[in-house]
Nanobody
Framework: QVQLVESGGGLVAPGASLRLSCTAS????????MGWFRQVPGKEREIVAA????????YHADAVKGRFSISVDSAQSAAYLQMNNLKREDTAVYFC????????????????WGQGAQVTVSS
């Protein structure tokens, strides 16, 4: 079974950038669509971005559009979330997810979840 492992989280000041990575172990991502979600305590996990296995037509939530960018490297079985101009409200645990297709990501029909990476934006 494929395990997804996130890395790249941390504590940054407002306006800074971070790049989250999601790599697959125990297998490959194949043609899975990939997505990033985030969650803060007491709230539902929300979708941040999603992309098909070939990288075309990515989706970004309105809250991050223009600041975050999702990408995928199928050859390396990895997905990334470039986060620029971070804001305090971006503070959350970020999870990567794999699904059959991008529509499944958006419908939360997830095959595999990562364990989560903490991103804290604070001065």
């Amino acid at each position: 079974q494929v395990q997804l492992v996130e890395s790249g989280g941390g504590l940054v000041a407002p306006g800074a950038s971070l790049r989250l990575s999601c790599t697959a172990s125990g297998g490959t991502l194949g043609r899975s669509a990939m997505g990033w979600f985030r969650q803060v305590p007491g709230k539902e996990r929300e979708i941040v971005a999603a992309v098909a296995w070939h990288g075309a037509a990515p989706y970004h939530a309105d809250a991050v559009k223009g600041r975050f960018s999702i990408s995928v490297d199928s050859a390396q079985s990895a997905a990334y979330l470039q986060m620029n101009n971070l804001k305090r409200e971006d503070t959350a645990v970020y999870f990567c997810a794999a699904a059959q297709a991008i529509a499944n990501i958006r419908d939360r029909e997830i095959k595999d979840w990562g364990q989560g990476a903490q991103v804290t934006v604070s001065s």
